[in-house]
């Protein structure tokens, strides 16, 4: 019986506590100021690519057939606009590889055999420095590029050099939350199972992970030292690599799945964030153990996360509001209201942490906003 009263006593104490985070979060919510839109920009069909350079200087947009963008982050002028006259395109990924050169992956669905292909060039440049064309098909998995490798399916290639590599995934068809790392790994799930695979291609050494998690993002660290892995119903997990401890908690699982699970890697330290539903959860990974510097719960199901170099959180709801957070201090620093109906979401943060562009599925526009200081 005192058990019983025990537990009863607890979860009350809960409810108090969610009552009067859920206070603040309304009380600040009332009080913050609008993002700024600074820029915009037309797209034929939904985002599929945004980020920017390391050094803040460009920023890439990419929609999901016929479009890829290169901007001066300063002038917002045009400096590189590819287009494809057909919406026959599948764009399988954009980005940069260093402060000057970015990539582009298009497959053309118009040519027979449709080729899965990479091009890498320098800003401003009219020709491709790299062009490479993948023997696989895999339908539209992405396509990633680094300074040393790109990669596909079960394929990788040093650019550099030419050789060529086998990739082993989670599953030979369709993996889940692929990953090119800095060192030339890669990060596979499952989408049937709860399995996670790092492989080494150059090495051939591989680590399996059995997540314990039934559906789930998955993610690595930018220094490659943990994985993590976020299921829809909020329980989460970290592993150090190589993963000889048991598995470490993050988060603890609910009774059903929300709609929406993600996760944001900081770009340089063992940070992250994470979402499940309304619920966005910041932790830090001092020596293997998490630390949680940050957490929320919104009425809305989040959609998109981005994490920023100085700590700041960006999220995105399924109605299109959304808000930037001070993870250190607590406090939203900008929100605005996008009015869009539920789709698919990207941000990504200026390596400053000063500005957030956003692309959405329904209004076919990319926005650069200025977060308030």
């Given at each position: 019986?005192?058990?019983?009263?025990?537990?009863?006593?607890?979860?009350?104490?809960?409810?108090?506590?969610?009552?009067?985070?859920?206070?603040?979060?309304?009380?600040?919510?009332a009080s913050a100021p609008q993002l700024k839109e600074a820029f915009s920009e037309p797209i034929a069909l939904s985002a599929r690519k945004l980020s920017f350079s390391d050094d803040g200087r460009y920023f890439i947009l990419a929609?999901?057939?016929?479009?890829?963008?290169?901007?001066?982050?300063?002038?917002?002028?045009?400096?590189?606009?590819l287009q494809w006259p057909t919406t026959l395109n599948m764009i399988q990924g954009a980005g940069f590889i260093d402060p000057d050169r970015y990539f582009y992956a298009v497959n053309k669905m118009v040519d027979k055999p449709t080729p899965h292909n990479v091009s890498i060039r320098e800003v401003?440049?009219?020709?491709?420095?790299?062009?490479?064309?993948?023997?696989?098909?895999?339908?539209?998995?992405?396509?990633?590029a680094n300074s040393s490798y790109v990669a596909y399916g079960d394929e990788m290639v040093n650019w550099h050099t030419g050789e060529k590599y086998a990739v082993r995934t989670a599953h030979q068809l369709n993996p889940r939350d692929y990953t090119l790392t800095a060192s030339g790994?890669?990060?596979?799930?499952?989408?049937?199972?709860?399995?996670i695979l790092l492989h080494a291609p150059l090495t051939d050494d591989y680590l399996w992970i059995d997540s314990g998690?039934?559906?789930?993002?998955?993610?690595?660290?930018?220094?490659?030292?943990?994985?993590?892995?976020?299921?829809?119903?909020?329980?989460?997990r970290v592993w150090p690599v190589p993963a000889l401890k048991p598995v470490q908690s993050c988060g603890r699982g609910g009774w059903s799945d929300a709609d929406h699970a993600n996760i944001a890697m900081h770009p340089?330290?063992?940070?992250?964030?994470?979402?499940?539903?309304?619920?966005?959860?910041?932790?830090?990974?001092?020596?293997?153990?998490?630390?949680?510097?940050?957490?929320?719960?919104?009425?809305n199901a989040v959609t998109s996360l981005a994490l920023s170099a100085n700590h700041r959180v960006?999220?995105?709801?399924?109605?299109?509001?959304?808000?930037?957070?001070?993870?250190?201090?607590?406090?939203?620093?900008g929100q605005v209201d996008l009015q869009l109906d539920p789709g698919g979401h990207l941000l990504a943060f200026a390596p400053s942490g000063k500005q957030l562009l956003y692309g959405g599925a329904s209004d076919f526009k990319v926005h650069l906003f200025d977060i308030p200081e």
């Amino acid at each position: 019986m005192n058990n019983i009263f025990s537990i009863i006593c607890m979860l009350f104490a809960l409810a108090g506590c969610q009552t009067s985070n859920d206070e603040t979060y309304r009380a600040q919510q009332a009080s913050a100021p609008q993002l700024k839109e600074a820029f915009s920009e037309p797209i034929a069909l939904s985002a599929r690519k945004l980020s920017f350079s390391d050094d803040g200087r460009y920023f890439i947009l990419a929609d999901s057939h016929n479009q890829v963008g290169v901007f001066n982050s300063g002038s917002r002028e045009a400096l590189v606009t590819l287009q494809w006259p057909t919406t026959l395109n599948m764009i399988q990924g954009a980005g940069f590889i260093d402060p000057d050169r970015y990539f582009y992956a298009v497959n053309k669905m118009v040519d027979k055999p449709t080729p899965h292909n990479v091009s890498i060039r320098e800003v401003g440049a009219e020709q491709d420095q790299y062009y490479y064309e993948f023997e696989g098909n895999h339908g539209d998995r992405p396509i990633f590029a680094n300074s040393s490798y790109v990669a596909y399916g079960d394929e990788m290639v040093n650019w550099h050099t030419g050789e060529k590599y086998a990739v082993r995934t989670a599953h030979q068809l369709n993996p889940r939350d692929y990953t090119l790392t800095a060192s030339g790994r890669v990060l596979s799930s499952n989408y049937y199972s709860d399995e996670i695979l790092l492989h080494a291609p150059l090495t051939d050494d591989y680590l399996w992970i059995d997540s314990g998690l039934s559906n789930f993002r998955s993610g690595i660290t930018p220094s490659e030292r943990y994985i993590i892995a976020q299921a829809y119903d909020g329980g989460c997990r970290v592993w150090p690599v190589p993963a000889l401890k048991p598995v470490q908690s993050c988060g603890r699982g609910g009774w059903s799945d929300a709609d929406h699970a993600n996760i944001a890697m900081h770009p340089s330290d063992d940070s992250f964030v994470a979402s499940a539903g309304g619920r966005v959860e910041a932790y830090r990974l001092v020596e293997g153990v998490h630390q949680q510097v940050f957490a929320r719960t919104l009425p809305n199901a989040v959609t998109s996360l981005a994490l920023s170099a100085n700590h700041r959180v960006a999220l995105g709801d399924s109605t299109g509001h959304i808000e930037v957070w001070d993870t250190e201090l607590g406090t939203l620093l900008g929100q605005v209201d996008l009015q869009l109906d539920p789709g698919g979401h990207l941000l990504a943060f200026a390596p400053s942490g000063k500005q957030l562009l956003y692309g959405g599925a329904s209004d076919f526009k990319v926005h650069l906003f200025d977060i308030p200081e």
